[in-house]
């Protein structure tokens, strides 16, 4: 098995025509004048040379195109080596599909639990072993304003499963899109997003609630289930791109990449190193944009020693493995180190008989890295919120440092499985050394989001201002609010497209911020 779908359910057989398609790297960037550099966040965001994508359109297809790696998803009639004949390519991998025989089920089965709380329903005991209900959902931590990136092989059924309602109804989908189609309809293709997704997500009162229920999300199939091509780790990369470009604060990725068919670049455990794969390249340029990546260890525990794939062995990133509900290793999760000698995985939670909806909206059980993930994942999310003014390498740092093996990690266990309240009370102490987290996190609504005209403010307690910023911290208006109300409506129509920052300040000195999307 080399492309990984981190729990072990179906991957329906499609049929596929071979078409000549390439990923092709090119060796220059666009010069910009100095004056237009600002529009830019830095060099992964220039621009490809136009010159070089208006010369390959002579001689075929330009299907996707990735700023970050500087390449393309080329279709075309040319061979490999006709297309080394131009000057300004660096390398290029040919796309060489292989029909994927169907996996069994196996390790699924209807759940007949009942949870600790009857609130939760069947997940409160998941969710329990890194204290995210009593530490962060108790205190009315939720994901909110939070927003996740799911990339995986499809989520059917998302847009009718009761599981889902109150996401839909609350617009809190604020993107999707199919990378291999190129197109925004994602609920449909493999079931594997749909599972991880409620094990994040998903919320029916009583029976199921996820780890982050009340995070914004947005949707994108990256991975193709019918065969195995490097064409999935660039899709990968396109979907980090679009992530960065809506604002997404953490991204799930429950897939993994270490060896394809033949014909295309495979790299056995020397290319586990966090530097060579695509998908680590890729995951590399993310962390530093600031964005979380949470991603599956891998399932191939039984080949022992170095058996985890990309981009698990990215630095600086959280690898989740798996464990039992009695704290054991589950037997099938992955093991570091990395080819460079680092420990992985960073920290462990359930992922053996961990809970999850089915497309029918009843409880299952399942078995994988990929469950393990989302629950840490919405951990992320709650700890994000409470704590908006910290790094994304300070609440990694946070996580392992506050995990019940951080005294002697090793490379089945990684640091451990984290202690919600403590990861709490360390990141609280970080805010109380900075200006910003002087003053305690206000949690406020904001809606809609994305917004086109204006927005509407809803806070538990009166305020003082309402600031709009930039990302970078400039603020570029700032409203005073006089009116004894809990709810305000702010305009911003005069604002162009991007991201920005929504920051309400109260008389009593709290302050609440949100990322803010403006189409």
């Not at 078409?19 to 100095?34: G, I, T």
């Amino acid at each position: 098995m080399n492309k990984i779908l981190f729990f072990y359910f179906f991957l329906s057989s499609v049929c596929f025509s071979q078409n000549s398609e390439y990923l092709v790297f090119f060796k220059d960037k666009a010069q910009v004048k100095k004056a237009e550099l600002q529009e830019f966040k830095d060099f992964y965001d220039l621009p490809i040379r136009k010159e070089s994508l208006q010369t390959l359109e002579k001689s075929g297809r330009i299907i996707n195109t990735s700023k970050w790696l500087n390449a393309v998803h080329f279709s075309t009639t040319l061979s490999k080596d006709e297309l080394t004949q131009f000057p300004f390519i660096q390398s290029t991998i040919k796309l060489n599909p292989k029909k994927q025989e169907s996996h069994n089920i196996t390790s699924l089965n209807n759940s007949l639990a009942i949870g600790d709380s009857n609130s939760y329903g069947t997940t409160f005991e998941q969710l329990e072993m890194t204290k995210t209900v009593t530490c962060l959902h108790d205190k009315g931590y939720l994901g909110q304003g939070v927003t996740i990136a799911v990339l995986d092989a499809g989520f059917p059924r998302m847009d009718t499963m009761r599981s889902f309602r109150k996401m839909r109804q609350e617009g809190r989908i604020i993107d999707t899109w199919d990378f291999e189609d190129n197109t925004s309809n994602v609920y449909h293709k493999n079931t594997h997003g749909s599972y991880v997704t409620s094990i994040i997500g998903a919320e029916l009162d009583s029976i199921f609630v996820g780890s982050a229920p009340k995070a914004n999300y947005s949707f994108y199939i990256t991975e193709i289930g019918r065969f195995e091509k490097n064409i999935e780790e660039f899709n990968l990369v396109l979907g980090l791109e679009r992530a960065d470009s809506i604002g997404a604060d953490i991204c799930n990725i429950s897939l993994g990449y270490r060896n394809f068919d033949s014909l295309q670049v495979s790299y056995g455990y020397p290319g586990m190193d966090g530097k060579t794969t695509i998908a680590a390249q890729g995951v590399s340029i993310a962390k530093r944009k600031g964005m979380i990546i949470s991603v599956a260890a891998g399932n191939k525990g039984s080949e022992g020693v170095g058996s985890l794939t990309s981009p698990c062995d990215v630095d600086s990133i959280l690898c989740v493995g798996a464990i039992k509900f009695d704290s054991t290793r589950a037997g099938f999760s992955s093991e570091g180190p990395t080819f460079d000698g680092r420990i992985k995985p960073e920290v462990v939670t359930i992922g053996e008989a961990c809970h999850f909806m089915g497309l029918n909206d009843t409880v299952y059980r399942g078995n994988g890295t990929s469950f393990a993930t989302p629950l840490m994942t919405g951990l992320v999310a709650c700890l994000v919120q409470a704590h908006p003014a910290r790094s994304n390498f300070e609440v990694i740092d946070a996580l392992k440092n506050n995990s019940n093996r951080a005294g002697n990690p090793n490379n089945i266990y990684g640091w451990g499985t984290p202690q919600g309240c403590q990861v709490d009370s360390a990141l609280s102490f970080l805010d109380s050394t900075t200006t910003l987290s002087e003053q305690k996190p206000l949690v406020f609504k904001l809606f809609p989001n994305p917004a086109q005209d204006y927005i509407t403010i809803r806070t538990p307690e009166l305020i003082q201002s309402i600031s709009i910023a930039q990302l970078d911290g400039k603020i570029l208006s700032t409203q005073a609010i006089s009116a004894q109300s809990l709810e305000y409506s702010v305009s911003i129509e005069s604002l162009p497209s991007g991201i920005y920052l929504i920051r309400i300040l109260t008389p009593t000195g709290k302050i609440g911020i949100q990322k803010l999307l403006i189409r």
